[in-house]
């Protein structure tokens, strides 16, 4: 995955025109509950995620979800938060038969206008995947710009036992509040990125701290599903990624996915 730094500022976003076509009505508006079933269509265009439940949708992600309509039908979608000063796209689709007419950009332009009005006024991000060309060119075109690269990893947590012994200079703890901050700058992570995953039920997150109780390491991960993210260390510290990789397998487990940032 990469994540992709715009480097102007929201304000001087200007996008290319929302492609009409001749006989036809496009439109944005905020998403509904309503909403529910052609988010889930539209949304098996992203790969294999999991689709949010219709619970989920309805409470946390439809008020900042933007639909496009052509002629009173979902043709896309849009789903951005604020992250501190940053705005964040989760996600952005446009249904297959209705790409390359400008719909994409006009939802971008719609979101980023949310995303002033709700005080992002600084960069917006967003993940997309190194092998989503279309995507890729899409942004760039909108003026984004790589700034990191990270990696999927997928292993058995038998293979965590292999690898070399815990580095006692590393401590692992749970993450507090009063840290977060400290930790985001330290390991580069995006300013509010740690508190968002942090605000969802369940999450654990724990912190790995060097002899002289600096940052290096983080991980936020739920126990009931497989998988940590962020799963943050830099490189060059021993003994940070098998820490924090045991610190995160819960008993029985068998299989661990984690989202690494290079
Ligand atoms: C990426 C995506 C949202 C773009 O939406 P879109 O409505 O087709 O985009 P637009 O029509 O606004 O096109 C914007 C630009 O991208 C270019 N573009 C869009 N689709 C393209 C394609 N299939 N091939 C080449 N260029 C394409 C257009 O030429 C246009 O550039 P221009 O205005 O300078 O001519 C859409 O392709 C999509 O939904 N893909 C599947 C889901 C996905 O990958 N989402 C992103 C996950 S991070």
Same mark, same amino acid.
């Given at each position: 995955m990469m994540i992709w730094n715009?480097?102007? &500022? #929201?304000?001087e976003f200007v996008a290319p025109g929302f492609g009409y076509l001749p006989g036809k009505t496009d439109a944005i508006r905020g998403a509904t509950a309503n909403d529910y079933p052609a988010y889930a269509v539209l949304s098996r265009e992203l790969g294999d995620d999991p689709t949010p439940s219709a619970e989920q949708f309805a409470a946390e992600l439809a008020p900042s979800i933007l639909i496009s309509e052509r002629d009173g039908a979902p043709i896309g979608y849009v789903s951005y938060e604020k992250l501190a000063a940053n705005g964040f796209i989760r996600n952005l689709v446009v249904a297959p038969g209705a790409r390359g007419s400008g719909v994409g950009a006009a939802l971008m332009t719609a979101a980023a206008s949310q995303l002033r009005e709700r005080g992002a006024t600084d960069q917006w991000h967003l993940n997309v995947k190194t092998d989503n060309i279309v995507a890729i060119r899409f942004y760039e075109r909108l003026g984004m710009r790589v700034q990191y690269r990270s990696v999927v990893l997928r292993m058995p947590w038998a293979n965590l036992d292999r690898l070399p012994a815990d580095d006692t200079r590393v401590t692992v703890t749970p993450l507090s509040d009063g840290e977060v901050g400290d930790v985001e700058r330290a390991l580069g992570i995006l300013t509010g990125l740690l508190a968002r995953f942090r605000a969802r039920r369940g999450i654990v997150s724990l912190q790995l701290r060097d002899e002289q109780r600096a940052p290096v390491g983080v991980a936020c991960f739920? @126990? +009931? *599903? #497989? +998988? &940590? *993210? @962020?799963?943050c260390h830099p490189s060059g510290v021993r003994g940070t990624a098998p820490a924090g990789a045991r610190a995160t397998r819960p008993p029985g487990r068998s299989r661990s996915t984690t989202r690494r940032r290079e």
């Open positions: 715009r480097s102007l &500022a #929201l304000e739920d @126990p +009931g *599903f #497989l +998988g &940590a *993210f @962020p799963f």
